[in-house]
């Protein structure tokens, strides 16, 4: 992997958008104290570009940003503050805008009376890891990347483990002359070199017979629910994607029908197409489907 492959990769920054350390692993991270975000300046300053550089990825973005918490804060956010733990040295309102100066430090912030874009901490992460010229997000994405060598040497230190465990069992239970003994430790080892295509062919069963047939509008969105927790992602951007790909892929645009809940939008005829999505979703996010499934039902009720 390199790092501009966050840039490219939205599964990528999906995977490892909750990864707020390494911002300070690489600058050290001003938030506006109590309100816990930054301003579209105060985040050009710290991956070190311009405004309009920031404003631009947020233009080809702002689906993305807008799921991390991204929003318009106006000159009455920061009053609501006034005299709160000293949050605030200075309130100074002027023609347009207000003047806010932070405790211990020097740094004036200009909020427009019309409001301006602040970003939490997703949206400082994320903007790392779609800034592409940014020597600061470049580190940023760089940190990233430890952190996927690193899990990935676990998971394979871990796997030659459990191999080295089994095939040694297999060892003794020779050595003991108990056929009964090597038979058992031979079929778990061969289990265990197996388990993924056996996984495979559960989710393929899955989904070709079992899942295509659930219909239940609030198992789905358990679903959803269960995969944002196993991804550590954001429930409202799982459900964003769901909604691009269902009109990318197959013209179901949900958003268009009607309001809120889009799901009171899916026609009957739909449901295959739409249970297909999600289960692309789950693999992409390297997850079992039929597990996600399982966690919301058991796996024998899927077709009631």
């Not at 289990?191 to 789905?220: P, T, V």
């Not at 358990?222 to 995969?227: I, K, Q, S």
């Not at 429930?235 to 645009?253: D, P």
């Not at 449901?271 to 997850?287: L, P, V």
Request: glycine share 6%; with cysteine; charged share 30%.
């Amino acid at each position: 992997m390199t790092e501009t492959q966050f840039i490219e990769n939205k599964v990528l920054r999906e995977k490892y958008i909750s990864r707020f350390e390494v911002l300070e692993k690489v600058k050290t991270l001003l938030l506006i104290p109590k309100m816990e975000c930054m301003t579209i300046k105060q985040v050009a300053d710290f991956y070190e570009v311009g405004e309009d550089t920031i404003k631009s990825v947020v233009l080809r973005n702002k689906d993305e940003l807008e799921s991390d918490g991204m929003c318009y804060k106006t000159p009455v956010d920061f009053k609501i503050f006034k005299g709160s733990s000293c949050t605030f040295k200075n309130l100074r309102q002027e023609h347009g805008k207000l003047i806010v100066q932070i405790v211990d430090t020097t740094t004036l912030l200009e909020i427009p009376n019309r409001g301006i874009r602040c970003f939490p901490r997703r949206a400082i992460l994320r903007m790392g890891m779609l800034l592409r010229d940014s020597k600061v997000a470049k580190e940023v994405r760089t940190q990233l990347l430890n952190i996927e060598e690193k899990t990935g040497t676990s998971i394979k230190t871990k796997d030659i483990n459990e191999e080295e465990k089994l095939l040694l069992d297999v060892g003794r239970a020779y050595a003991s002359g108990n056929i009964d003994s090597v038979m058992q430790a031979a079929t778990k080892y061969n289990g265990y070199l197996n388990r993924y295509i056996n996984q495979l062919k559960s989710d393929n069963k899955a989904l070709s017979k079992d899942i295509l047939e659930w219909k239940d509008r609030m198992k789905l969105n358990a679903g959803v629910r269960m995969l944002a927790s196993k991804t550590k992602t954001y429930y409202g951007a799982l459900w964003n994607e769901l909604y691009k790909n269902l009109q990318y892929k197959y013209g179901i645009c949900l958003k268009q029908r009607g309001g809120k809940p889009y799901l009171q939008w899916i026609k009957e005829t739909e449901w295959s197409n739409i249970i297909k999505t999600f289960c692309a979703m789950c693999e992409a996010y390297g997850q079992s489907p039929s597990e996600m499934f399982q966690q919301t039902t058991p796996i024998c009720n899927l077709s009631k």
